[in-house]
């Protein structure tokens, strides 16, 4: 049953949307932003008006996503086809040149001396920091040309939606806590200006959050498959797949889960590792560890960037910040480890809210995983209360 807070919370919430889309429309540096803010802008404001107007807050929720992310995501990506060139951020164009560069290289990353013969100020976008899956979101560019639908972002949608639609089905809509979470995971405009304008993160995070609904309505096979065509895409993914494989050995379920969680990301390495091995620790990890060529552009003004910019040998210092807060995670993962998923999602967010707070190099729009996440925990924790209380009625074979 909604109760009238939820409807009140929705209204600030979609207010506050609004107001931040609006400003972002006016006043962000970054033209692909303003375009995200001019036409989000008023689907955040439309969604306030309806708030107790439509009866079902999950079709809003669906309604507003489409308003505020999808369509402008694909107006863009059709000015982008037209000709337009401030259309998207840098990371679409990048994921496009993996793809072709897996086309016709075989290995979506250039050597150092590749990058090194890149005009000094386009030598940024020669990086593809990115794990190999990565790649195949710009494969339907390379093979099919600029069309709006080869956009790499468009297919970013296209996985993001399945994977949501498919987790929401696992964990049943009527749960009162889905709607929220599933807000936390589309409407917020950290998630949804960051598919509309860019968007690599959001299929890395939808399919997190798959994996936890996987696992929790009892199916760890796929749950492995999930979390690690997850990672296969980027490494943030790897502390969920680090904490799913501890709860599959919690729960006995491991042989299932770790196949396809730790199977996917290798297989995906293999490739470019048999190609040129020195192009991709050049990309993946010399260049996020900050020993590229040139530096990564991200300094969200987060505790571990400010710290590495204002002591003296600062970077060392926030790295060291960062290795303990991993070492009291990982302590407590081995004392305390999950057994649900509900507690699994909650030490992927806090784990992942504390390496954002304390990396040297960060970005504001990475948050998306904390928050989804941990408005994630309350769903998988009612969802499994329920299941059990079913059991309990019915029988273990209900």
Not at 70 to 96: C, F, S
Request: proline share 7%; with cysteine; aromatic share 8%.
């Amino acid at each position: 049953m909604t109760k009238p807070s939820d409807r009140a919370v929705d209204l600030l919430l979609y207010t506050i949307s609004a107001v931040f889309a609006l400003v972002t429309a006016f006043t962000s540096t970054l033209l692909p932003h303003r375009a995200w803010g001019a036409i989000a802008a008023c689907g955040y404001l439309a969604a306030a008006l309806l708030v107790y107007v439509v009866g079902r807050r999950d079709i809003l929720t669906w309604a507003t996503w489409a308003a505020v992310a999808m369509l402008p995501l694909v107006v863009q990506a059709v000015q982008r086809a037209g000709g337009r060139t401030d259309r998207a951020q840098e990371e679409v164009a990048v994921v496009e040149h993996m793809g072709a560069s897996l086309l016709h290289t075989g290995t979506p990353y250039l050597s150092r001396a590749e990058i090194a013969a890149i005009p000094l100020d386009e030598r940024l976008l020669g990086y593809r920091p990115y794990q190999p899956g990565m790649s195949l979101f710009g494969l339907p560019r390379a093979i099919a040309g600029e069309h709006w639908w080869t956009d790499a972002r468009v297919w970013f949608a296209i996985v993001t939606v399945a994977a949501l639609v498919a987790a929401v089905t696992l964990l049943r809509p009527s749960n009162p806590s889905m709607v929220r979470a599933m807000q936390a995971a589309t409407v917020l405009p950290v998630t949804a200006l960051t598919l509309a304008t860019g968007g690599d993160d959001i299929p890395v995070l939808a399919l997190c959050l798959l994996a936890l609904a996987l696992f929790a309505s009892g199916r760890p096979g796929w749950a492995g498959v999930a979390v690690g065509a997850a990672a296969g895409l980027k490494l943030f993914a790897l502390p969920v797949v680090a904490v799913l494989a501890v709860l599959s050995i919690a729960t006995g379920t491991w042989r299932r889960l770790l196949p396809g969680a730790l199977g996917i990301p290798v297989l995906a390495v293999l490739p470019p590792l048999l190609v040129d091995p020195d192009a991709l620790i050049e990309n993946v990890f010399r260049f996020t560890l900050g020993h590229g060529l040139v530096t990564s552009p991200a300094q969200s003004p987060f505790p571990g960037y400010l710290i590495s910019q204002a002591l003296p040998g600062g970077r060392y210092v926030a790295a060291g910040l960062l290795v303990a807060a991993a070492a009291v995670i990982g302590v407590l993962l081995v004392r305390r480890p999950p057994r649900t998923a509900a507690t699994a999602a909650l030490f992927c967010g806090y784990g992942l809210l504390a390496a954002i707070l304390l990396m040297p190099t960060t970005r504001f729009g990475y948050l998306l995983y904390p928050v989804a996440l941990l408005l994630w925990a309350p769903t998988l924790r009612v969802f499994s209360r329920r299941t059990q209380q079913a059991h309990s009625f019915f029988g273990p074979t209900a």
